[in-house]
T-cell receptor, first 111, second 111 residues
């Protein structure tokens, strides 16, 4: 699975959009980008995933660049409860059950 | 659907003992993966089972083992516990090769 690079930490004002970047320059054609978050030692929570098209669900939007070497997770209106560690993972279906977690980005939403 | 459940939630063991942790996946999910999370090493993949067969394995010693039953429930076992095995053990299930859903984890403390 491709390696990902994320900033260590980010701050965001409550109510504003939080844009979390992820670099995955070695991604291969059959690998998906997944985003999870973990709130204070709870189990990680699935947020969204995509292959090459932009995706949106009730939690967030995922923007993947055309060359697929990077992506951005967007939380449109961040709340204090969105404070968490966000992990970007790249995974192919051949390693379906094996996610390689990096250090993630600690997002702090401030009032 | 009920989420992934893990038992017990907390456990204290002594060095040299063995421990068995249990995971019940979301109904219909056939893949179960196990992860170890420590402050120093982060989230690390242990192994994955799919339809009672180990499909992927991480870089952990043979003291760590697992199995999956015909109803997809899974157990992991750690023998000859060491202090360094103190961690949050997380289980995740998925339907096929798509997004994983994590349980709340079992907090193991080895004294």
């Amino acid at each position: 699975d491709a390696k990902t690079t994320q900033p260590t930490s980010m701050d965001c004002a409550e109510g504003r959009a939080a844009n979390l970047p992820c670099n995955h320059s070695t991604i291969s054609g059959n690998e998906y980008v997944y985003w999870y978050r973990q709130i204070h030692s709870q189990g990680p929570q699935y947020i969204i995933h995509g292959l090459k098209n932009n995706e949106t669900n009730e939690m967030a939007s995922l923007i993947i660049t055309e060359d697929r070497k990077s992506s951005t997770l967007i939380l449109p209106h961040a709340t204090l409860r969105d404070t968490a560690v966000y992990y970007c993972i790249v995974r192919g279906y051949t390693n379906a059950g094996k996610s390689t977690f990096g250090d993630g980005t600690t997002l702090t939403v401030k009032p | 659907k009920a989420g992934v459940t893990q038992t017990p939630r907390y456990l204290i063991k002594t060095r040299g003992q063995q421990v068995t942790l249990s995971c019940s996946p979301i109904s219909g999910h056939r893949s179960v993966s196990w992860y170890q999370q420590t402050p120093g090493q982060g989230l690390q993949f242990l192994f994955e089972y799919f339809s009672e067969t180990q499909r992927n394995k991480g870089n952990f010693p043979g003291r760590f083992s697992g199995r999956q039953f015909s109803n997809s429930r899974s157990e992991m076992n750690v023998s000859t516990l060491e202090l360094g095995d103190s961690a949050l053990y997380l289980c995740a299930s998925s339907e096929r090769w798509d997004e994983q859903y994590f349980g709340p984890g079992t907090r193991l403390t080895v004294t």
